[in-house]
């Protein structure tokens, strides 16, 4: 009888460990899926499910290493057209299937293709943030179309500090209510601030840098564009 309670004592004891190991590992995933951060919720970014996993690992340039040659950017069924090659000039590292970079790039022009059929604002602010990567090649030579979304982008930048600030009105692609921004001077100075009044839902946020800053800071802005 005195076996038998102990055995089972055990096997209960051993339950309740895993049972605790269990919920300390569920717990340990929300609390870290919920630090993950995210866009403001009423920001004008593109959803976060329309950003793939490997975003960030995305190719911005071309190799360092020994890339295919020229001659050798063939698919293995059919051939890439003009722009496609373009595209893929010094850019496909040695024992890389061509169409795979490729593939890489086209995913890129969609991805901006379909934020900008909703949002151009938010398509060019994807691109200032970093969200969406290698977008200079991939418009230029895959989906030139969307150059207009690229050239919005390149005069645009991001939140943060940014250091000799052209003078000049822009405007937040957000509609966040906590962005707040500052133009400082080289000594430090607060040469202008805002918004003046803390912001509604759906306001336009503008910021004016004045001659002579030295430095503009954002926070809860997303991304600024020329207004």
Do not use: H
């Not at 269990?22 to 995210?38: L, V």
């Amino acid at each position: 009888m005195y076996r038998r309670s102990a055995a089972a004592a055990v096997l209960l004891a051993a339950a309740l460990t895993l049972t605790g190991c269990s919920s300390k590992a569920d717990g340990t995933a929300d609390t870290a899926k919920a630090a993950e951060p995210k866009p403001p919720a009423s920001s004008s970014a593109p959803d976060p499910a329309d950003v793939p996993a490997d975003a960030a690992t995305a190719p911005q340039a071309k190799p360092p290493g020994p890339v295919l040659p020229d001659a050798k950017l063939t698919p293995k069924t059919g051939s890439f057209k003009e722009n496609e090659k373009k595209y893929l000039s010094g850019r496909v590292p040695e024992k890389t299937d061509p169409a795979a970079v490729l593939q890489t790039g086209q995913e890129t022009c969609q991805r901006v293709e379909r934020t900008a059929k909703r949002d151009k604002d938010a398509a060019a602010a994807s691109i200032i943030s970093g969200e969406v990567t290698g977008a200079k090649d991939a418009i230029t030579f895959l989906c030139p179309d969307q150059k207009p979304v690229l050239a919005a982008a390149e005069k645009g930048f991001g939140d943060g500090p940014r250091t000799a600030p052209a003078p000049g009105t822009y405007r937040a692609l957000t509609q966040s209510t906590t962005c707040t921004w500052e133009a400082r001077a080289k000594d430090g100075a607060v040469l202008a601030s805002g918004p003046e009044a803390p912001p509604k839902p759906g306001d336009r946020i503008t910021a004016t840098v004045p001659s002579g800053a030295a430095q503009f800071t954002s926070t809860g802005c997303y991304a600024w564009i020329p207004a």
